[in-house]
T-cell receptor, first 112, second 115 residues
């Protein structure tokens, strides 16, 4: 079982709708969770970080963390064509460790 | 703003050449990382460093070495480039915190082609 799993997509969502991206992780002691956005040919850029159970909102983005079920999700409200990208989920698997484990990424396409 | 820069955006080398990829960060971060990214394989960690002159192997260190002589600079070295090292190389840096790992900030990437 991969440590961090994402559906590779492509996920196609109409403009203005809510895009929902999911990520599951295998290590129960994981403490830190990150969502990165990566446009084609570019490097990953941080969208959200979340450390506690529940929701964290930043503009059109909401990260949701459920440690009991070992999943983290990213919701994008009012999706725009500029949100079309690959979204990477990253997890810190061991408390105090400095490495992140990345999922394969979900390719999201927003259709005008 | 955190800034991570890489020495080249595109690089073309021949098989057997020694290749240096350099990364510089300006935020006094303790941790620095080198990844490669290939279609279908995602981001794979090659090496990382949590302090000057310290290094640890990542998931795929074979064929690579690293150097960190100064806190702000982390170099990836391909001793003898091979065609299977053609890839996008990404450098990242982060603070070193006691409880949680901090956000990693990425450089723009170097697309290396080995002929």
């Amino acid at each position: 079982q991969k440590e961090v799993e994402q559906n590779s997509g492509p996920l196609s969502v109409p403009e203005g709708a809510i895009a929902s991206l999911n990520c599951t992780y295998s290590d129960r002691v994981s403490q830190s969770f990150f969502w990165y956005r990566q446009y084609s040919g570019k490097s990953p850029e941080l969208i959200m970080s979340i450390y506690s159970n529940g929701d964290k909102e930043d503009g059109r983005f909401t990260a949701q963390l459920n440690k009991a079920s070992q999943y983290v999700s990213l919701l994008i409200r009012d999706s725009q064509p500029s949100d079309s990208a690959t979204y990477l989920c990253a997890v810190n698997p061991i408390q105090g460790a400095q490495k992140l484990v990345f999922g394969q990424g979900t390719r999201l396409t927003i259709n005008p | 703003d955190v800034k991570v820069t890489q020495s080249s955006r595109y690089l073309v080398k021949r098989t057997g050449e020694k290749v240096f990829l350099e990364c510089v960060q300006d935020m006094d971060h303790e941790n620095m990382f080198w990844y490669r990214q290939d279609p279908g394989l995602g981001l794979r960690l090659i090496y990382f460093s949590y302090d000057v002159k310290m290094k640890e192997k990542g998931d795929i260190p074979e064929g690579y070495s690293v150097s960190r002589e100064k806190k702000e600079r982390f170099s990836l070295i391909l001793e003898s480039a091979s065609t299977n090292q053609t890839s996008m190389y990404l450098c990242a840096s982060s603070f070193n915190r006691d409880r949680y790992t901090d956000t990693q900030y990425f450089g723009p990437g170097t697309r290396l082609t080995v002929l």
